[in-house]
């Protein structure tokens, strides 16, 4: 059986988490308890990260949307994941604000800043 587009994208998004150390709390799938809570959240240097795994023709719900909004507006990340640059993207950004002495606000900004170009 063929992979599909989304299972694809699961096994590079788990295999570069892996790679980087990056733990995994959990991984949801439509259970009933957890709707539209993003299918997986990861802890990577004191950041919560929601990771919402979609194909380029696939749309997260309004209730996908909500949740994604209530995580990042309490400080934590939470973005719909279409490919593996930009999981790689949000880790650089994360890595260059954790070991910065000096620059932390403006990395902040930048990563936020590209959160909102791409849509997040």
Same mark, same amino acid.
């Given at each position: 059986?063929?992979k599909?587009?989304?299972?694809?994208?699961e096994?590079?998004?788990?295999?570069? =988490?892996?790679?980087?150390?990056? @733990?995994?709390l959990?991984?949801?799938?439509?259970?009933?308890?957890? +709707?539209?809570l993003?299918?997986r959240?990861y802890?990577?240097?004191?950041?919560?990260?929601?990771?919402?795994l979609?194909t380029?023709?696939?749309?997260?719900?309004?209730?996908?949307?909500?949740?994604?909004?209530?995580?990042?507006?309490?400080?934590?990340?939470?973005?719909?994941?279409?490919?593996?640059?930009?999981?790689?993207?949000?880790?650089?950004?994360?890595?260059? @604000?954790?070991?910065?002495? +000096?620059? +932390?606000?403006?990395?902040?900004?930048?990563?936020?800043? @590209? =959160?909102?170009e791409?849509?997040?």
């Amino acid at each position: 059986m063929a992979k599909t587009k989304v299972s694809k994208l699961e096994e590079e998004v788990e295999k570069l =988490m892996s790679a980087k150390g990056i @733990w995994q709390l959990a991984r949801y799938q439509a259970q009933s308890n957890q +709707n539209g809570l993003p299918d997986r959240l990861y802890l990577y240097k004191g950041y919560l990260l929601g990771l919402e795994l979609k194909t380029d023709e696939g749309e997260p719900t309004d209730l996908q949307l909500r949740k994604i909004d209530e995580i990042n507006k309490n400080g934590r990340i939470a973005l719909i994941v279409r490919n593996i640059e930009t999981v790689g993207k949000l880790i650089q950004y994360i890595d260059l @604000w954790h070991f910065s002495d +000096n620059n +932390n606000d403006n990395i902040l900004y930048e990563l936020e800043e @590209w =959160m909102i170009e791409n849509g997040y």
